[in-house]
């Protein structure tokens, strides 16, 4: 635990930091994107927090951030100090999430391991609609779906890019479509209003979830949690988002085992609009992921 003598002597090292050390380095580096105290203090708190300190931190920052936070903004700026971090990048970064700058468009896909993840093509309906209509697949679902319906989704899916930036990538294996991972935001309005609050950018962004679908035989090959991984790390860096909840029925244990892999937290339940009273998926589990804690995990 720290000590009011460890927090005070790391308070100290902030301030010198942002008021002493960085402008008087920036003299030394013209291509540095700032040069002012304040505006390394809003770099670095931002980094630390996963979005504008302000949604999360009562001013002033010095005195009120959490001393795990105020110990990464600290080590955030000696990294820039020692030539390794890039302060135009975390710079940019801050201006994403404070809308200063706007999102860069989608890339056409993003490269894994043996997999990548791309936007969708009209010629992966048929593998779409097969796996929607896999009983096994659909397991967690109220019932599989007609082809019609699977059409429908797909095109649904494939529009979240042009409408918010990001959306469900295709996910592509050596054998073709395999499935979707990706993020969205929620088209139902969902009763998480007690388990999510209003203190953090969820209330300014609007909620996006995390979610996978995919076919059989590309389950146990790691396209769920590796195709999450890097759906994220877009979402989070190019797309400013500040956090990123998912939810699935309590009984779906296979897809909370990958949350909790991603490193997300379970916050608690909610019972799902969607479905009747007494339906054994009615109850579900909502988990979330902060920005900062994706990156300080280093889960990408």
């Not at 002493?20 to 580096?29: F, G, V, Y």
């Not at 010629?123 to 699977?150: G, I, N, Q």
């Not at 019972?271 to 009747?276: G, I, N, T, V, Y």
Request: proline share 9%; aromatic share 8%.
């Amino acid at each position: 635990m720290t000590t009011p003598g460890e927090i005070a002597a790391q308070q100290r090292r902030w301030r010198a930091l942002v008021d002493e050390r960085l402008p008087e380095a920036a003299a030394r580096h013209p291509d540095w994107p700032v040069s002012q105290n304040h505006c390394f203090a809003r770099i670095l708190l931002d980094n630390a927090c996963g979005g504008p300190w302000r949604e999360s931190v009562a001013p002033p920052a010095w005195a009120n951030m959490p001393p795990e936070r105020l110990a990464l903004a600290v080590s955030l700026g000696e990294a820039v100090l020692a030539g390794r971090q890039d302060l135009a990048l975390l710079n940019h970064r801050s201006l994403l999430w404070r809308r200063k700058r706007p999102v860069p468009p989608p890339p056409s896909s993003l490269s894994g391991d043996g997999f990548s993840l791309r936007r969708w093509r009209l010629s992966d309906d048929a593998p779409f609609a097969a796996l929607c209509a896999d009983p096994e697949v659909m397991r967690y679902f109220p019932s599989p779906k007609t082809a019609r319906e699977s059409q429908t989704e797909a095109r649904a899916l494939a529009r979240r890019f042009e409408e918010d930036g990001f959306g469900p990538w295709a996910v592509e294996a050596p054998e073709g479509f395999c499935g979707f991972v990706g993020c969205w935001r929620p088209a139902r309005p969902l009763p998480l209003g007690a388990l999510i609050g209003q203190e953090t950018g969820l209330a300014r962004t609007g909620l996006v979830e995390i979610g996978w679908r995919l076919a059989r035989p590309a389950w146990g090959r790691g396209f769920a949690i590796r195709g999450a991984r890097l759906a994220l790390a877009d979402a989070f860096a190019r797309c400013a988002l500040t956090e990123i909840v998912a939810y699935t029925a309590e009984v779906n244990a296979p897809s909370r085992r990958v949350m909790e892999r991603l490193g997300m937290s379970e916050v608690g339940g909610f019972d799902h609009p969607a479905l009747a009273e007494g339906h054994p998926l009615r109850p579900h589990r909502l988990y979330r992921l902060a920005a900062a804690d994706f990156r300080a995990g280093g889960a990408a």
